[in-house]
């Protein structure tokens, strides 16, 4: 079992930064891909990046490649995501996730095993 906890959400103006972190447990860490998914009301959740183990490889989707970065500490077995030039849209829950393997097997909701209980992230105009 992994345990993950989420922080750093809350209200941001549109244009600013945040950096969400996900704290694990349960497991090795550097044993487990790590990914970024948001869900805003109405919408279906969806991947924003996946990392490796090792934190070698990552993974982006295509809507926020160059503005959010995920990264990983595994010292400290935290994930993290920097989301830069924050929009409206941007406005969801946002939630980590953990895979059983240390390469990314897949970057659909059914590929992640562990899921904390999300930060929500609101974006002011």
């Known amino acids: 079992q992994v345990h993950l906890v989420e922080s750093g959400g809350g209200l941001v103006q549109a244009g600013g930064s945040l950096r969400l972190s996900c704290a694990a447990s349960?497991?090795?860490?550097?044993?487990?891909?790590m990914g970024w998914f948001r869900q805003a009301p109405g919408k279906e959740r969806e991947l924003l990046a996946a990392i490796t183990g090792s934190g070698v490889g990552t993974h982006y989707a295509d809507s926020v490649k160059g503005r959010f970065t995920i990264s990983r500490d595994n010292a400290k077995s935290t994930v993290y995501l920097q989301i830069n030039s924050l929009k409206s849209e941007d406005t969801a829950v946002y939630y980590c996730?953990?895979?059983?393997?240390?390469?990314?097997?897949?970057?659909?909701?059914?590929?992640?095993?562990?899921w904390g209980q999300g930060t929500q992230v609101t974006v002011s105009s």
């Open positions: 996730a953990a895979q059983d393997t240390a390469s990314i097997v897949g970057v659909g909701i059914k590929s992640f095993n562990y």
């Open positions: 349960g497991r090795p860490f550097t044993s487990a891909a």
